[in-house]
DNA sequence: GCAAAAGTGTTGTCCTTACACCCATGC
DNA sequence: GCATGGGTGTAAGGACAACACTTTTGC
C-alpha cells in the first residue's frame, strides 16, 4: 500500500460544522436547575434551547465549551466535563451539525448575571418537557450522567456554597436522585468518610435550629486513592 | 432579538472533518487484545493505528463506527459503544481533524479475517507504548472506560465464546483489570448474582479436569431492575 | 501417581438498613 | 409553648475478604 500525505488525504474528507452545547446545572429552593436560554430560530420560536456555540477552527471543543461559559456566566472557573456528542443529521434544522454536549456544576449564588436582559433563565429540570433541537434528549443524558457522577464523585459540592450544611447536602443529592434519603444514614455516611471539614459555625437566618457549616476537603479526598473494584451488576 | 433562518445560520458554520476511531478489543491466550491496522500516512510509516474512517455527510457517527467495524471485521452484530471526542488542534498531521472514540468488543475466535493481507493484526494491550496520531491517548482512555464498565454491566461476554467457564471468565477480568482475584470469592459473586446459564456440558479438550461451561442470562439480565444507589467515593 | 485445575464452606469484619427520641432555635 | 429541623445510636442482615482441602481428569 502506498504511503499517503496527511495534508492531501485530509483535504478530501467531508466538512461539517461541530458545536458544543452546555448543560448547566444549578441548584435552588431545593430544585436541581438547568440554564436556558430562548431560541433565536424560526422553527423554534419561543422554545428554551442550551447554551451553545460552535467550535473554532483551530479550538479544542473543551475549550469551545469554557468559552460559551465564560461568555454566558462571566465565570471561568466552572466544573465542566464532557458528556457525549450527538449527530442524527436532522437534528438542526440549518443542515447537518454535529454537537458535543457538556455538563456543568455551578452554584447558583455565585453567578450574578441579570437574566431577564439577555432571556436566560434557570429551569426546574423536573418540570421541562420540550426543548428545541434535539436538546431534551440531551438534558436527559446529563441528567443521568450527573445521578451516576455525583454518586462516585464529589461533584455535588460544586452546586453548593463554599459552606454548606449537611442539610443542604442531603437535599441536593435527594433532588438530583430523585429519592428520598434516611438523614441519620445520610449524616453516617459522610462522616465516615470523614472528607467534610467542620468549620465551627452555624447557619445564619434560617427560621429553625441552624446546622453546623461544613466544607470538603478536596485536599484529602485527592490524595486518597481510589478503590473501584467490584463486580455488580 | 430577531429570529433566524437555520439554513442561513448553519452556513456561515466553520466546518471540518470528523471521523470515528473504534477501539477493537479481543480476549485471546489470557490477554486483553486490540486489533490495530498500519498506518498509511508517510508521517507514521511503521507505526500502528485505530481503525476508523470519516464521517459522511449525512451519516450518524454511530452509523459511521459500525461502517468500519462492518468493512475491518465483516461482522455487524458487534457491541459498540461511544467513549468520548477528542478534539486537539493538531492530532492529526494533516489539519484540523475531530475525531469520536468508539469501543468495541468482539470474540475473536468468530472473527475470519486474513489478517495477514491487509496489516491488520491483534496486538497485546500491555505491550503496546506507542501508536500514530494520538491514538495511545484513545486506547488508554478506552481501556479504562473497559475497567470500569465491566464491573457494572456484563459486557465481558461478549469477549467470550457464547459457553465458557467460570475459569476462562475470571481470566478475562484479570486480564482487563490486571489484578489478580480469589478463586472461590468470584465464583460466589456469580453464583449469587443467578445470572449464568448452567449448560451441563464440559469442556473439551483440557489437558486437565474439564470445567463446566455457562452461557449468560441477557434474558433475566434485561428484566431485572437496575439498583445503583450507593453514594461511595 | 503426578500435575493441573475444578470445585466447595466457614468465619470475621464491615457496610447498609431500618428505626425513634431528645435538643436547640425562632417565632 | 409550639413548630421546625438538628443531632444522635443500635441492632439485624447482607456483602465481602481471607483462607485450604478434596476431586477429577489427562498424561
Given at each position: 500500500?502506498?504511503l499517503?500525505?496527511?495534508?492531501?488525504?485530509?483535504?478530501?474528507?467531508?466538512?461539517?460544522?461541530?458545536?458544543?452545547?452546555?448543560?448547566?446545572?444549578?441548584?435552588?429552593?431545593?430544585?436541581?436547575?438547568?440554564?436556558?436560554?430562548?431560541?433565536?430560530?424560526e422553527?423554534?420560536?419561543?422554545?428554551?434551547?442550551?447554551?451553545g456555540?460552535?467550535?473554532n477552527?483551530t479550538?479544542e471543543i473543551?475549550?469551545?465549551?469554557?468559552?460559551v461559559?465564560?461568555?454566558?456566566?462571566?465565570?471561568?472557573?466552572?466544573?465542566l466535563?464532557?458528556?457525549?456528542a450527538?449527530?442524527?443529521p436532522?437534528r438542526?434544522?440549518?443542515?447537518?451539525?454535529?454537537?458535543?454536549?457538556?455538563?456543568?456544576?455551578?452554584?447558583i449564588?455565585?453567578?450574578?448575571?441579570?437574566?431577564t436582559?439577555?432571556?436566560?433563565?434557570?429551569?426546574?429540570?423536573?418540570?421541562?418537557?420540550e426543548?428545541?433541537?434535539?436538546?431534551?434528549?440531551?438534558?436527559?443524558?446529563?441528567?443521568?450522567?450527573?445521578?451516576?457522577?455525583?454518586q462516585?464523585?464529589p461533584?455535588g459540592?460544586?452546586?453548593?456554597?463554599d459552606?454548606?450544611s449537611?442539610?443542604?447536602?442531603?437535599?441536593?443529592?435527594?433532588?438530583?436522585?430523585?429519592?428520598?434519603?434516611?438523614r441519620?444514614?445520610?449524616?453516617?455516611?459522610?462522616?465516615?468518610?470523614d472528607?467534610?471539614?467542620?468549620?465551627?459555625?452555624?447557619?445564619?437566618?434560617?427560621?429553625?435550629?441552624?446546622?453546623?457549616?461544613?466544607k470538603?476537603?478536596?485536599?484529602?479526598?485527592?490524595?486518597?486513592?481510589r478503590?473501584?473494584?467490584?463486580?455488580?451488576?
Open positions: 500500500m502506498p499517503k500525505n496527511g495534508a492531501a488525504l485530509v483535504a478530501e474528507y467531508p466538512k461539517m460544522p461541530v458545536t458544543v452545547d452546555c448543560v448547566i446545572f444549578g441548584f435552588d429552593d431545593n430544585e436541581l436547575k438547568v440554564l436556558l436560554i430562548r431560541s433565536d430560530l422553527k423554534y420560536q419561543g422554545m428554551w434551547s442550551l447554551l456555540d460552535v467550535v477552527d479550538e473543551d475549550a469551545a465549551a469554557y468559552r461559559l465564560d461568555q454566558r456566566t462571566g465565570m471561568t472557573d466552572i466544573y466535563d464532557q458528556v457525549k450527538f449527530s442524527h436532522k438542526h434544522p440549518g443542515g447537518r451539525v454535529i454537537t458535543v454536549a457538556y455538563c456543568s456544576l455551578l452554584n449564588k455565585h453567578h450574578s448575571l441579570q437574566i436582559e439577555n432571556e436566560l433563565h434557570w429551569h426546574n429540570v423536573s418540570s421541562i418537557t426543548m428545541a433541537f434535539d436538546h431534551k434528549e440531551i438534558l436527559d443524558t446529563c441528567h443521568e450522567w450527573l445521578q451516576k457522577m455525583i462516585e464523585h461533584l459540592f460544586n452546586l453548593l456554597p459552606k454548606f449537611l442539610r443542604e447536602l442531603q437535599n441536593l443529592y435527594e433532588a438530583i436522585l430523585g429519592i428520598q434519603l434516611d441519620r444514614n445520610f449524616r453516617k455516611k459522610f462522616a465516615t468518610m472528607l467534610l471539614i467542620d468549620l465551627d459555625e452555624m447557619e445564619q437566618d434560617v427560621p429553625h435550629r441552624p446546622g453546623k457549616l461544613y470538603f476537603n478536596f485536599e484529602k479526598y485527592n490524595k486518597s486513592p478503590k473501584w473494584i467490584g463486580i455488580d451488576f
